[in-house]
């Protein structure tokens, strides 16, 4: 079920998720969100891996939802069940110690907009659709878009997204801080495979303590915070990453991480 629902695609530990249910625009029902769960916990488990991208299977949607055929006769809870298995699937995603990057093809919407936002950062191809339309729906966001996009893009722009349930265009998207970069379909190709290259040639202890750093501190107050950063920091000099990164640089050659 893994592989035709999810493709895994290992590249050293860059780790490639395409969500992969192309004829319904890769919309997140409960035999996705079990799928996406069981290799989340197998990738906790893995030092070697340096990032994880996750996009969704042709050239028209990233994930265009949660399923709404599915929830449609759902009870309240039954609908309670859904949301909190989705959630405990997106806090997977979100708190694995790696960086995790949405690569959004096309249609974000609803679930979808709340997988990405749950990544670390996301970039889009041009044709890519954000919205939280659920109010058209009779629902609000139930995976966390209501509380992980006003943390995001700020309240008033949160608020006027998940009341009026509006499209935006991958600019727009843009400039709100929805994403990082907008690039076309090819592009977003390359950068996959240059983001690959880069974070897999990095310090791969570095990398995570970065994730760490900016992740846990956010959530506390700012002399606490850049506390946490100086432990950190000084943690890097226990191990060898450091000596070779900075032994490198000084013999005018490539770290071997
Ligand atoms: N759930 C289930 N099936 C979906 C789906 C979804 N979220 N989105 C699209 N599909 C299916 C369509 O039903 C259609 O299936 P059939 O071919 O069997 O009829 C197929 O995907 C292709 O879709 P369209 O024919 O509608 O394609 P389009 O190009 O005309 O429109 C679209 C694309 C604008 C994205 C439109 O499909 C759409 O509006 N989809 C729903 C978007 C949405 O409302 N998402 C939020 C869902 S609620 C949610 O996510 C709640 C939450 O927070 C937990």
Partial sequence: MSEQLIEVVDNR?????????????????????????????????????????????GEKSFVAGADISEMQDKTPAEAREFAGKALRTIKRLETLPV????????????????????????????NAIFGQPEVLLGVIPGFGGTQRLPRRVGPAMALDLCTTGRKLEAQEALRIGLVNQVMSQSELQDYADTLSKQLSGNGP??????KQAIHDGMDQDLDSALALETGLFALCFAGGEQREGMTAFVEKRKPDF
Avoid: H, K, M
């Fill in 13 to 57: 530990g860059v780790l490639r998720l395409t969500i992969n249910r192309p004829q319904a625009l890769n919309a997140l029902n409960s035999a996705v969100i079990e799928t996406l769960e069981q290799i989340l916990v197998e990738l906790e488990g893995r030092d070697d891996l340096r990032a994880v991208l996750i996009t969704g299977a």
């Fill in 99 to 126: 960086p995790v990057v949405a690569l959004v093809n096309g249609f974000c919407l609803g679930g979808g907009c709340e997988l990405a936002l749950a990544c670390d950062w996301a970039v889009a191809s041009d």
């Fill in 205 to 210: 202890q570095a990398v995570r303590s970065a």
